[in-house]
T-cell receptor
């Protein structure tokens, strides 16, 4: 089955600086890679996703890059703000013609934005 | 759009009780719903995949007789934890994916289950 590794487990950055979280996956059949933000006591919120036919995707201060050859994808947050503090999870799954597959999650990164 | 509602948000009950958790997609039809379990400060682990009108598919190690899943309509799936014991205490989260496949999963806010 799929295995997703995520680093670092904790990341502390100064407000206004950039944050980068990295993930690797093991199953070459995986073709969908979402990133979720989870605040305390809440469910995960989808912030950005990328499919295997694209190398990079950007949405305002958030970007994701994907290297299929290396089985590696990363989340980049620029101009960090205090409200970006949360736990971030990467995930992977393999969509087939039949429909959605369950997600395999990384262990999460606790992002702390220092004022 | 893509709102998933989960109820209850928090439940405390005695050992041996059965607990039902509801997951509803409020503004879209969800062919597929998923149930995950999350222990404190840990990641989400997929328990089962539920397709409307079909039996759920359980991940290895998840007892289907312990965790009963029903997905009777395109907007509602339920998870029943039968004869719950303290080790079943956890954060249970559902997600739903739009009809048609190849769509993102949107998560509910979870149910914190505490078994005394």
């Amino acid at each position: 089955g799929e295995n997703v590794e995520q680093h670092p487990s904790t990341l502390s950055v100064q407000e206004g600086d950039s944050a980068v979280i990295k993930c690797t996956y093991s199953d070459s059949a995986s073709n969908y890679f979402p990133w979720y933000k989870q605040e305390l006591g809440k469910g995960p919120q989808l912030i950005i996703d990328i499919r295997s036919n694209v190398g990079e995707k950007k949405d305002q201060r958030i970007a994701v890059t994907l290297n299929k050859t290396a089985k590696h994808f990363s989340l980049h947050i620029t101009e960090t703000q205090p409200e970006d503090s949360a736990v971030y999870f990467c995930a992977a799954s393999a969509y087939s013609g039949g429909g959605a597959d369950g997600l395999t999650f990384g262990k999460g990164t606790h992002l702390i934005i220092q004022p | 759009g893509a709102v998933v509602s989960q109820h209850p948000s928090w439940v405390i009950c005695k050992s041996g009780t059965s607990v039902k958790i509801e997951c509803r997609s409020l503004d879209f039809q969800a062919t597929t719903m998923f149930w995950y379990r999350q222990f404190p400060k840990q990641s989400l682990m997929l328990m089962a995949t539920s397709n409307e009108g079909s039996k759920a598919t359980y991940e290895q190690g998840v007892e289907k007789d312990k965790f009963l899943i029903n997905h009777a309509s395109l907007t509602l799936s339920t998870l029943t934890v039968t004869s719950a014991h303290p080790e079943d205490s956890s954060f249970y989260i559902c997600s739903a994916s739009w009809t048609g496949g190849n769509q993102p999963q949107h998560f509910g806010d979870g149910t914190r289950l505490s078994i005394l």
